[in-house]
């Protein structure tokens, strides 16, 4: 028996001197010189192809590699990422002309759009071949053959003809001149000359591709870097593009490590085992400020107010929901100021309307929800809920004010906001009750198909200027007989608003569609189809060495602009 | 032999009835005795927990974003949770919960494998491989990944009408008989074990001499004498459907939010260990100390009622 | 024996291809789907988008018709595609399956290493102070939530400690073998505590079984010490059950590596599983069930045989399996 004693000492001993081992290297990332950079986030990229699949993760990883011809930019005005100038009637670059009848050769009514986009005569590949129209109309091809598994499409079919005028220079034709036509061309190339090969069955291309099948191949990417190793789940190295003529990056190698508890995330950063965490996939706000409690001096935390909108949609359909004096009564109260301050540190302001204050159109001049209890109690009274039986209203008919709340079970920060709502929502009466279903089955069944009863809370993700026509139009109210088709989940339907939608949709004069989109956020908060709560915010960590990195609030993600990173 | 007095040391003559002896027994393991007292202290306060909320003058539901994370204080004994709600009122209301779970499976399952063992050693023969194989079937495999899947399932597509499955309580009686399913093999064993040694025993053959009916034997004449084997198994059971509930709802797939569960309350938890760590202190320490209670009463029960084969036993281990 | 394994393996088979249509079956009544997810977060993204690509994943067809094409597809060698991963899904799990296979024989090891010892101390003499600190000791081990245990390790040595990383799988490159088996500590750690306590108490019961046998008290009588009995008979014989019990608790092991897995951000089999059954990637989850079950299939055979080998007491019939 003292064999077995001995080996358990032994084995103890072991154990000991590995949990020892490596205490001494925690600082090694000082050591290095920073010639390296390790990003963490929560997420991680299914696949690298620009065009299969859609998820944030791949996004930013992408960026970094292989960059659209336009974007929206850090101002958030558009910009040209790999074209020389972007298409405008003043300049233009851009004219209208008359949509015929292909058959008839008769003049079918509609106006169409022609852009011409140049690309900057620098651009290569990472195995030296230049980039070029084919790249473009290749990519287009690609992202419109209904086969080939490309996530969003419409952009694409709305294309009817890419015109090559150089291997540099080509021209996009539209049917229709939407107010957007400057960003008609904004898309990713595609390395024509190994791609091409790879989509010869466009079934097969989400598998065949190079992006899949060989991703470190260079001749993929044509930005500051290029893919050196990937391990799928757990990170991916970037190392520095050879070919890249733009700015030089600062950092010989890229790593994006994928952790997905953010508790872990947290302590690697601490440890150094990653420098910086990224902003659009990282901590929780509240994780970010306990952090920034702890640990704030040696980092700088920048909280960005984003695009994603947070909101709770109501069924209109429902009659106790379909009563405006109801709707208003629900928002005034609420304390929406107090949850932004307690739970999210003040860094999520309070949203008015659907449009985020950062963007060009946003107005001011909307009716305004402040909290009020005695405001919604009178409201109440007035919609005809006035006796309290127990501390629930009801209405004569003796029904009780009683509805549903849903959102997504498992994510935090908004179970915890459904039970303050809910707190505050009693506190005049209305009797709420939440239940919750995972997120496939809550955004695939519950929302897509109206099976809501009451409220369902919820994000969209917006971007710059969006008309928001699939969300509020009556002709996008998802049915069965429509297949389920359109995002209008609240049901709201104003003559009003359908017409406005669709007259800002092909406005060309900035100012007018400005105005235009003024009007519409004061419906938008009269009507109150939807109880807007805020525009969630971004925690970026990052180390107080690293600079240059400028959160943009929107979809873009920072890493386009990676070649400006830096050490100070 | 795993009591805390060895068996050997029969000081006091044993009462005569066998009842008596047992509790005699019982009486003599200190750590099931302890463990059962501290289930009854437990049961009564999850009972009792609505009134203790009122002599206390605390609300589990009362949302107070200006006492968010507060350590312990008079007004909240064991702090507030991340909605400045009163931890102690939480941790009593997610006892009903976990509580009524694990007792009401534990029957559940305790039923099911009963009458499966009793058929199985009753009827012996083709009909008991092919259940034992059964049994040992859902033993080996790796159960909570399918238990997973289970609970992922969506009811509306069983055809179970939506008016169930909206109801709040739906996910509860969801999870009940998901681990119902797979909780009953054990007992199962136990009984088919008993069964096929009173089988052979006289006042059996008698009955069926008698010409009773194979389910009144079974019922009337096994089920009285297997009934040790069912009270061990089924206490025992109790600690492990809690371990699984507890698990599930950590994962985010059993008792959901707002209800509390003991499994629900850590899942938040560990997003601010850094900066609460006691809330993912106290739902743990309540879910052990309430499975290892469980399990040691069962051990005492086990030894006072079957001191023969207490030595081999362990509880099984999912 | 050899017709015996080879019915065993039968039924094994029968078992998995049972299994795999009850999964799927059962994936398919999870309701919604990654595409649909993918409406809610691209603006871009369309009702129509959803519908095409749908149609291009094949799962507009109806489940049964979608699992004999899988079926007759995976006969073939092909087990399909994770749509998580757009990978073979066998090209996402084996590196997987290794890291989980590593991560379970380490705890194997270090739960065996603990459990033996203990168990046989305490059988040495039952009743005593060791026995019983050892037996509450192992309740303790089978009563705890295994994911709160977990949580404790976290907030103890990398929370106020800051010894051991709180997850992940290692640094790149950084430190090698060692920065490997730092990250693995906790998770080792974690998913042995069960087993310890378990095989503790089956080596205990088993030892004292043994020591009551006729031949280990002729042995003593005979002169031999107490020791060297102890090691040259009854350990041999007492480890039988508790190989048994060790091979049947495989299905455990694996439920045990997925909370581990989840709680440690592990890359292996059971955090797969579970992510591919949260995102349903229908592919994924069903190949990483069957293969779990596989292996836990193959050991219970293995346990029978090894049983069986080693114990000339045992003979097979081939209708029902081990006596």
């Known amino acids: 028996m003292r064999a077995f004693g001995r080996r358990v000492l032994v084995l103890a001993a072991v154990f000991g001197l590995l949990l020892l081992g490596p205490m001494g290297d925690a600082n090694r990332a000082d050591a290095q010189d920073r010639k390296r950079l390790v990003i963490g986030m929560t997420q991680f990229p299914a696949t690298l192809n620009p065009y299969i699949g859609s998820m944030l993760a791949k996004s930013y990883v992408l960026a970094a590699m292989v960059r659209p011809t336009a974007i929206v930019g850090k101002d958030w005005l558009d910009r040209c990422m790999l074209c020389t100038e972007l298409p405008t009637f003043e300049n233009g670059r851009a004219e209208t002309w008359t949509v015929r009848d292909p058959k008839t050769d008769v003049p079918a009514g509609n106006t169409g759009v022609r852009t011409t986009y140049t690309l900057k005569d620098d651009l290569f590949w990472g195995d030296g071949t230049p980039v070029t129209t084919a790249d473009v109309v290749f990519a287009w091809e690609v992202g419109r053959h209904p086969e080939s598994g490309v996530a969003s499409q419409k952009s694409f079919e709305e294309i009817i003809d890419i015109e090559v005028v150089d291997a540099k220079t080509f021209i996009v034709v539209e049917e229709k001149v939407a107010y957007r036509y400057s960003l008609s061309g904004a898309f990713t190339p595609l390395p024509a000359h190994l791609e091409r090969d790879r989509f010869q069955d466009p079934r097969e291309y989400r598998l065949q591709s190079l992006y899949e099948t060989d991703p470190t191949n260079p001749g993929l990417w044509n930005g500051p870097y290029r893919l050196k190793e990937i391990e799928k789940g757990s990170h991916v190295v970037l190392t520095r593009n050879e070919t890249w003529k733009g700015k030089a990056p600062a950092f010989d190698e890229i790593v994006v490590r994928t952790i997905e508890k953010t508790t872990a995330l947290e302590a690697n950063l601490l440890s150094g085992a990653i420098d910086y965490i990224a902003g659009e996939m990282g901590l929780t706000l509240d994780q970010a400020l306990a952090f920034e409690k702890r640990h704030g001096g040696k980092f700088d935390i920048e909280y960005v107010q984003g695009l994603v909108y947070e909101h709770i949609d109501l069924n209109l359909d429902n009659p106790i929901l379909s009563d405006v004096r109801v709707r208003r009564a629900l928002l005034h109260a609420l304390d929406r100021a107090a949850i932004s301050e307690k739970l999210f540190g003040g860094k999520q302001g309070v949203a008015d309307t659907n449009v985020h204050p950062l963007d060009r159109i946003h107005t001011d001049d909307v009716p305004k929800y402040p909290f009020d209890p005695d405001a919604a109690n009178k409201l109440l009274d007035e919609a005809g809920w006035t006796e309290r039986k127990r501390g629930i209203r009801h209405n004569a008919a003796g029904e009780p004010l009683a509805l549903e709340i849903m959102t997504t079970a498992g994510n935090r920060a908004r179970e915890l906001v459904q039970q303050v709502l809910q707190s505050y929502w009693k506190r005049v009466g209305i009797d709420v009750r939440i239940r919750n279903e995972p997120a496939r089955v809550f955004f695939g069944e519950t929302v897509r198909k109206r099976k809501f009863t009451g409220l369902a809370m919820f994000a969209w993700l917006s971007s710059p200027e969006r008309v928001p026509k699939t969300v509020l139009h009556s002709d996008y109210i998802p049915t069965e007989a429509n297949n389920w088709s359109g995002q209008n989940a609240t049901g709201y339907s104003n003559p009003a608003v359908d017409d406005l939608l669709d007259a800002i949709e092909v406005e060309l004069d900035p100012d007018e569609r400005k105005s235009m989109f003024g009007d519409l956020q004061r419906y938008y908060a009269s009507d109150l189809p939807v109880l807007p709560l805020y525009f969630r915010a971004q925690p970026f960590i990052v180390p107080s060495w690293l600079k240059g990195i400028e959160p943009t609030g929107h979809q873009y993600t920072t890493t386009l602009w990676i070649e400006e990173w830096r050490v100070e | 032999m795993m009591a805390s007095q060895p068996a050997s040391g029969g000081k006091r003559p044993l009462p005569v009835s066998p009842a008596a002896r047992a509790w005699t027994r019982f009486l003599r393991h200190q750590l099931a005795v302890g463990s059962a007292v501290l289930l009854v202290v437990f049961v009564l306060l999850a009972v009792f927990a609505p009134l203790i909320e009122v002599v206390l003058d605390i609300d589990p539901e009362e949302v107070d974003l200006f006492a968010r994370l507060e350590g312990s204080s008079w007004a909240h004994p064991l702090g507030t949770d991340d909605l400045g709600r009163d931890h102690l009122a939480r941790l009593l209301r997610g006892g009903q919960v976990s509580l009524a779970v694990g007792l009401t499976v534990a029957l559940a399952a305790a039923t099911l494998g009963t009458l499966i063992g009793l058929t199985a050693g009753f009827a012996g023969g083709r009909i008991d491989d092919l259940l034992m194989r059964f049994a040992d079937g859902v033993i080996s495999l790796p159960l909570l990944p399918l238990l997973i899947v289970l609970v992922a399932v969506d009811p509306a597509e069983l055809g179970l009408p939506e008016a169930v499955t909206w109801d709040e309580s739906f996910a509860v009686w969801r999870l009940v008989f998901i681990i119902s399913l797979v909780g009953w093999p054990g007992t199962a064993r136990l009984v088919r074990a008993a069964t096929l040694s009173i089988r052979t025993r006289e006042f059996v053959s008698a009955a069926k001499a008698l010409g009773y009916g194979p389910i009144r034997i079974m019922l009337l004449h096994i089920l009285p004498n297997a009934a040790s084997p069912i009270l061990v198994s089924a206490t025992l059971a109790v600690g492990n459907v809690i371990l699984f509930e507890s698990v599930l709802s950590f994962l985010g797939l059993g008792i959901q939010p707002p209800v509390p569960s003991w499994g629900n309350m850590l899942t938040g938890a560990q997003e601010l260990v850094w900066e609460a760590p006691m809330l993912a202190v106290w739902p743990g320490l309540l879910i052990f100390l309430v499975v290892i209670a469980f399990n040691l009463v069962g051990d005492g029960l086990q030894q006072a009622l079957d001191p023969k084969s207490a030595v081999a036993s362990a509880p099984a281990k999912n | ?323």
């Not at chain 3, 039952?126 to 019983?132: H, N």
């Not at chain 3, 108490?201 to 060297?228: F, N, P, Y």
């Not at chain 3, 299905?251 to 292996?268: C, H, K, V």
């Not at chain 3, 596989?294 to 055979?301: F, G, K, M, R, S």
């Open chain 3, 1 to 323: 024996m050899i017709r015996y394994i080879i019915l065993r393996l039968a039924q094994a088979a029968a078992v998995l291809i049972g299994m795999s249509f009850l999964i799927y079956v059962l994936i398919g009544l999870m309701p919604g789907d990654p595409i649909d997810l993918m409406l809610s977060a691209d603006p871009d993204v369309t009702p129509e988008d959803v519908a095409r690509l749908k149609a291009i994943y094949g799962l507009d067809r109806p489940i049964i018709e979608r699992y004999v094409a899988w079926l007759a597809a995976a006969v073939d060698g092909d087990f399909g595609y994770s749509r998580l991963f757009n990978a073979p899904v066998l090209e996402v799990l084996l590196p997987r399956l290794g890291n989980s296979l590593i991560l379970m024989s380490l705890s194997l090891g270090l739960a065996l290493s603990i459990a033996l010892p203990a168990g046989i101390i305490a059988a040495r003499n039952p009743g005593s102070l060791a026995d019983r600190f050892i037996n509450l000791a192992c309740f303790a081990g089978i009563s705890v939530p295994p994911f709160w245990f977990a949580l404790l390790m976290i907030l103890l040595f990398s929370v106020s400690l800051g010894w051991l990383p709180a997850g992940g799988m290692g640094n790149l490159d950084g430190g090698g073998f060692f920065d490997r088996v730092h990250h693995m500590i906790l998770p080792v750690a974690t998913l042995s505590i069960a087993s310890i306590a378990a095989y503790a108490r089956h080596m205990r019961a088993a030892m004292i079984e043994v020591r009551r046998e006729d031949w280990v008290r002729t042995a003593r009588a005979k002169g031999l010490s107490d020791q060297v009995v102890e090691r040259r008979h009854a350990l041999r014989n007492a480890l039988l059950p508790v190989v048994t019990i060790l091979a049947l608790d495989f299905g455990g092991l694996f439920s045990g590596a997925l909370i581990t897995e989840t709680m440690f951000s592990q890359l292996g089999m059971g955090k797969t599983i579970y992510d591919a059954i949260l995102g349903n990637d229908y592919n994924l989850a069903l190949v990483g069930l069957l293969l779990a079950t596989l292996i836990t299939l193959l050991a219970n055979i293995a346990a029978d045989i090894v049983y069986a080998r080693l114990d000339p007491r045992i003979t097979f019939v081939a209708e029902d399996g081990a006596g």
